[in-house]
């Protein structure tokens, strides 16, 4: 009796633990609402003012996640799948009902710094707070009046769809606790003004660390392992640090041309989330993608001197000597026709599918990218590259730009990956992939998944 009597007061005092717990937690958590206000007029905002919040909402790329496919800009919707369950992105349009339009300033700074809505509900970490918390309190400003002085939407958008207990937002207080570390920025003394500003803009607004950067098992960014290569939307983000897998190692200059440009000839063109990305940053001030373009090239630091001089042998053997850029070597196409004529599937799906524009000797981006220079070959993950041979480079709207028909429905699984291995063989010097069955299969399910929301 003894025992029963000692083992249900401690199984008490643990309940009771828990219970003061989850009180304590509740009650951190906590937070007021904001009052609201009349939406402000759009004529009383400075249009100086106005047109540098569109540049910082182009360097946060805002538009594409708050942006639903067909739907008006800025007005939400889109879902955004992660490994806890489906999130889905606000109205921040001035809607006066369904959007922002009753935020103060305040209101919108706190959302920006803490995560946190006018309502005073905790916001998901999908919408990267853990970034935005950096910016300055005149650059909210200028975002603030950019949002507030766009076409009102009046649409809400659609609740998003969580097991529990995540769709109960006070444990988002716990996730703060542990890993929010509050802004803004503060520049960093041991390096020039021009380094701190692009660190300000890549580590906050740009927030190239929420997919770049590899996260735990709450989803928060393992911060030891910084722009260590991440998964986003069903791409690998590639790391872009000291283990970047670039043939030919990146440098601030061909950062600066792959972000603006959206393409670079040594390292092909940004697909996936990095579209819309170079799209947005197109728009920007040349400064400042320089800045960012040098702030990641001196997080990737200098390649060893091994690495170096294979990348220079590679860019002098594919360099387009007409001028910049790269022009594939349509002598491989001997090597394609033994391989051929030696029954290699391998060599022959590539000749039916890949040859006539990765060898035809015309320079990116219209030219197909000489495949030796592909990190979505010499990468460790297949995904990328997977993606790209079954969906291709759709074209881009109202502009010139590289182009490549998708082959989804034109290789068998099996044939795909037959493929994989033959490029991975013939283009890198990495060992090869395993378990391409498993990573094609994994992506067709994944793009069934993401159809169906």
């Given at each position: 009796m003894?025992?029963?009597?000692?083992?249900?007061?401690a199984?008490?005092?643990?309940l009771?633990?828990?219970?003061?717990?989850?009180?304590?937690?509740?009650?951190?958590?906590?937070r007021?609402?904001?009052?609201?206000?009349?939406?402000?007029?759009a004529?009383?905002?400075?249009?100086a003012?106005v047109?540098?919040?569109a540049?910082?909402?182009?360097?946060?790329?805002?538009?594409?996640?708050?942006?639903?496919?067909?739907?008006?800009?800025?007005?939400?919707?889109?879902?955004?799948?992660?490994?806890?369950?489906?999130?889905?992105?606000t109205?921040?349009?001035?809607?006066?009902?369904?959007?922002i339009?009753?935020?103060s300033?305040?209101?919108?700074?706190?959302?920006?710094?803490?995560?946190?809505?006018r309502?005073?509900?905790?916001?998901?970490?999908?919408?990267?707070y853990n970034?935005?918390?950096?910016?300055?309190?005149?650059?909210?400003?200028?975002?603030y009046?950019?949002?507030?002085?766009?076409?009102?939407?009046?649409?809400?958008?659609?609740a998003?769809d969580l097991?529990?207990?995540l769709?109960?937002?006070?444990?988002l207080a716990?996730?703060?606790?542990?890993?929010?570390?509050?802004?803004?920025?503060?520049?960093?003394?041991?390096?020039?003004a021009?380094?701190n500003?692009?660190?300000y803009?890549?580590?906050?607004?740009?927030h190239c660390?929420?997919c770049?950067?590899?996260?735990?098992l709450?989803?928060?960014?393992?911060?030891?392992r910084?722009?260590?290569?991440?998964?986003?939307e069903?791409?690998?983000?590639?790391?872009?640090?000291?283990?970047?897998?670039?043939?030919v190692?990146?440098?601030?200059?061909s950062?600066?041309?792959?972000?603006?440009?959206?393409w670079?000839?040594?390292h092909?063109?940004?697909q996936?989330?990095?579209?819309?990305?170079?799209?947005?940053?197109?728009?920007?001030p040349?400064d400042?993608?320089?800045?960012?373009a040098?702030y990641?090239?001196?997080?990737?630091?200098?390649?060893?001197?091994?690495?170096?001089?294979?990348?220079?042998?590679?860019?002098?053997?594919t360099?387009?000597?007409?001028?910049?850029?790269t022009?594939?070597?349509s002598?491989?196409?001997?090597?394609?026709?033994?391989?051929?004529?030696?029954?290699?599937?391998?060599?022959?799906?590539?000749?039916?599918?890949?040859?006539?524009?990765?060898?035809?000797?015309?320079?990116?981006?219209?030219?197909?990218?000489d495949?030796?220079?592909?990190?979505?070959?010499?990468?460790?993950?297949?995904?990328?590259?997977?993606?790209?041979i079954?969906?291709?480079?759709?074209?881009a709207?109202?502009?010139?730009g590289?182009?490549?028909?998708?082959?989804?429905?034109?290789?068998?699984d099996?044939?795909?990956?037959?493929l994989?291995?033959?490029?991975?063989g013939?283009f890198?010097?990495?060992?090869?992939?395993?378990?391409l069955d498993?990573?094609?299969?994994?992506?067709?399910?994944?793009?069934?998944?993401?159809a169906?929301?």
């Open positions: 003894g025992l029963l009597r000692a083992g249900g007061i199984l008490g005092v643990g009771l633990l828990i219970v003061a717990g989850a009180a304590g937690l509740a009650a951190y958590g906590w007021p609402a904001i009052d609201p206000v009349d939406p402000p007029a004529a009383g905002f400075d249009p003012l047109e540098r919040g540049e910082l909402a182009a360097i946060g790329n805002c538009g594409t996640c708050h942006t639903a496919p067909g739907g008006k800009p800025f007005a939400g919707g889109l879902a955004l799948p992660t490994p806890f369950g489906t999130v889905t992105s109205n921040i349009t001035p809607d006066a009902e369904t959007g339009g009753r935020w300033e305040a209101a919108f700074g706190r959302a920006m710094r803490e995560g946190v809505d309502a005073g509900r905790h916001l998901y970490p999908a919408f990267p970034h935005f918390t950096l910016v300055s309190d005149a650059d909210n400003q200028a975002l009046a950019f949002l507030m002085t766009r076409q009102p939407v009046q649409v809400r958008a659609p998003n097991p529990f207990p769709n109960q937002r006070f444990v716990g996730w703060k606790l542990l890993f929010l570390q509050p802004g803004p920025y503060t520049p960093d003394p041991a390096h020039d021009a380094w500003r692009g660190a803009l890549a580590e906050g607004l740009a660390g929420a770049h950067t590899p996260r735990n709450f989803g928060a960014e393992e911060k030891d910084r722009f260590a290569g991440g998964d986003a069903g791409w690998h983000a590639v790391p872009i640090g000291s283990g970047s897998p670039a043939p190692p990146w440098t601030a200059d950062l600066f041309h792959y972000l603006r440009d959206g670079h000839g040594q092909g063109t940004a996936g989330p990095m579209g819309p990305v170079a799209d947005s940053l197109a728009a920007v040349e400042d993608v320089r800045a960012i040098a990641v090239a001196s997080v990737m630091g200098l390649p060893d001197a091994e690495a170096r001089k294979r990348g220079d042998a590679l860019a002098a053997a360099a387009d000597p007409a001028g910049p850029g022009r594939p070597q002598a491989g196409s001997q090597t394609i026709a033994a391989a051929v004529a030696a029954a290699d599937p391998g060599a022959a799906i590539y000749a039916g599918t890949c040859a006539a524009c990765h060898e035809s000797g015309r320079p990116s981006p219209f030219g197909g990218l495949l030796r220079l592909s990190s979505a070959i010499s990468g460790d993950s297949p995904a990328n590259l997977i993606r790209i079954r969906h291709g480079v759709p074209a709207s109202g502009t010139r590289p182009i490549m028909p998708g082959f989804a429905t034109a290789l068998s099996r044939q795909l990956e037959t994989l291995a033959y490029l991975r013939r890198s010097d990495r060992p090869g992939w395993t378990g498993d990573a094609v299969r994994a992506a067709r399910d994944g793009e069934v998944a993401a169906s929301h």
